[in-house]
């Protein structure tokens, strides 16, 4: 495997089901990123991870639940989801360098959820 | 704080026509610009960065943008439009930490034969 890998591709879950998303990234890099991508919307960052700590929630409700139990996969725990959280969900690696800024972030597929 | 706005959310073009896709930023310190490309069921490609090292900025695909200080733009264009350009493209601008990228609410191109 190459890049970033997401699974499942496709996901259809009722309201009181618990699934789980995975990302993987083969880069070398240290930082991972999920991010929600709704029709009429932009994309909205959700959770940043830095060498496996979390730096960022951006407010995100807490039936998401990330996981990073190391820096090449990144896990997303879904429950008692609601139908308004179907979207495209995105998961994305870079290289954070010290001092800065600068550096791409490489994405994986996604995980197309549909929440009944 | 940084945005980024994307004039124009659908675009059409002729194939063999000039592309030109939009992208205005908000940046209180030296940005950097990012241009991404997303076909249908896929996840984003970077096309180009602008990382201060020349303001016109060459990528993949024959695509190219030119970093305009004065302006606050960094607009892609591609001389020849070719049918398998067809996708929806996004502007982002990082200058915070941890290489966040704030995102263009995106510009969906139609190429027609």
């Known amino acids: 495997e190459t890049g970033v890998t997401q699974t499942p591709r496709h996901l259809v879950m009722g309201m009181t089901n618990k699934k789980s998303l995975k990302c993987e990234q083969h880069?070398?890099?240290?930082?991972m990123y999920w991010y929600k991508q709704s029709a009429k919307k932009p994309l909205e960052l959700m959770f940043v991870y830095n060498f496996k700590e979390q730096t960022e929630n951006n407010s995100v409700p807490s039936r998401f639940s990330p996981e990073c139990p190391n820096s090449s996969h990144l896990f997303l725990h879904l429950h008692t989801l609601q139908p308004e959280d179907s979207a495209l969900y995105l998961c994305?690696?870079?290289?954070?360098?010290?001092?800065?800024?600068?550096?791409?972030?490489?994405f994986g597929p996604g995980t197309r959820l549909t929440v009944l | 704080a940084q945005s980024v706005t994307q004039l124009g959310s659908h675009v059409s073009v002729s194939e063999g026509a000039l592309v030109l896709l939009r992208c205005n930023y908000s940046?209180?310190?030296?940005?950097?610009l990012f241009w991404y490309v997303q076909y249908p069921n896929q996840g984003l490609q970077l096309l180009l960065k602008?990382?201060?090292?020349?303001?016109l900025v060459k990528g993949i695909n024959g695509f190219e943008a030119e970093f305009k200080k004065s302006e606050t733009s960094f607009h892609l264009t591609k001389p020849s439009a070719h049918m398998s350009d067809a996708a929806e493209y996004f502007c982002?601008?990082?200058?915070?930490?941890?290489?966040?990228?704030?995102f263009g609410a995106g510009t969906r191109l139609a190429v027609h034969p």
């Open positions: 602008y990382t201060s090292a020349a303001t």
């Open positions: 940046s209180s310190v030296p940005p950097y």
């Open positions: 994305a690696s870079s290289s954070i360098i010290a001092g800065g800024p600068g550096n791409e972030q490489f």
């Open positions: 982002a601008v990082s200058t915070g930490g941890y290489n966040k990228l704030i």
């Open positions: 880069l070398g890099h240290n930082a």
